[in-house]
């Protein structure tokens, strides 16, 4: 196989192609995330921890101690064959290979083909849910389905939905990425890719939700580590004892009567 190389034009707001050698038959994708956010229940906690020595509060921020970020990276594709998978600015743990049952909902528009969101390993299974129209909005017999690979495809054009179900091989792999300090974009500029025999898929990653301003700010709360800074010029006493002030609110408006 002669050499190859990819050439990643990248910044912020760009997206990422490459035509190493040829689109692969599959999907590239960073799974969605789980958490990574703190709630004002969970900063209360964090105030009594820090202020009054309470119980230690578990809080899932988006960093870890050392700026770091984890994500989780998923190639979807008809076939095993995955040459190898990485990332710019980080690193990635070892990859898990499974044969996954997707359901997919295809919807027609007067068109006769569909292509399925992932590519196919196996179909199970494919029928229309509901009636069909034609295009004057009358119900019409349902048109006969074939499969052609990834493509659902039917004998009519018709307005309608097929729910199809299809196996598809899923390899997953767990990364980290590094903050950037030379960065001239965000700190967490980082391109994914993966390299199958027949082509190079690539993937600007997208990094926590809070991540850019947790490291900005120098907060980090991983493992249960709260760490907040109270802003002030000295530790003062209340100056007047509390007081209970009673609220009354429409149900209805919601509104403080």
């Known amino acids: 196989m002669p050499n190859q190389s990819i050439t990643i034009n990248f910044s912020p707001e760009s997206e990422v192609t490459s035509s190493a050698y040829g689109h692969c038959p599959s999907v590239l994708e960073q799974a969605a995330y789980d958490g990574a956010y703190v709630t004002k229940i969970d900063l209360i906690k964090a105030l009594e921890e820090n202020l009054f020595n309470g119980p230690a509060n578990v ?22 064959g995955i ?12 990859g898990v290979t499974q044969s996954v049952e997707v359901t997919e909902s295809v919807q027609f528009s007067l068109d006769t083909e569909q292509s399925l969101k992932y590519p196919v390993s196996n179909i199970k299974s494919f029928d229309w849910q509901g009636d069909v129209y034609d295009q004057n909005g009358t119900t019409v017999p349902e048109p006969s389905i074939s499969v052609e690979g990834d493509v659902i495809v039917v004998s009519e054009k018709v307005f309608g939905t097929v729910i199809v179900v299809y196996m598809t091989i899923r390899e997953t792999a767990v990364l980290t990425v590094y903050p950037r300090t030379d ?21 600007i990653l997208d990094p926590p ?10 907060i980090n709360c991983w493992g249960g580590q709260g760490k907040l800074t109270i802003e002030g010029p000295d530790d003062r006493e209340p100056t007047a ?8 609110i429409d149900y209805c408006t919601q509104k403080v009567i």
Do not use: M, R
């Open 59 to 80: 809080i899932d921020c988006s960093l870890n101690s050392a700026g770091e970020y984890t994500s989780v990276l998923q190639l979807f594709s008809g076939s095993h």
């Open 83 to 94: 040459s190898s998978v990485g990332v710019t600015n980080g690193v990635t743990g070892a």
């Open 183 to 203: 960065s001239a974009g965000t700190v967490y500029d980082s391109v994914a890719w993966a390299i199958k025999d027949c082509g190079v898929e690539l993937l």
């Open 209 to 218: 939700p809070t991540a850019e301003h947790d490291f900005a700010n120098n």
């Open 241 to 248: 004892d509390a007081v209970d002030i009673d609220i009354k």
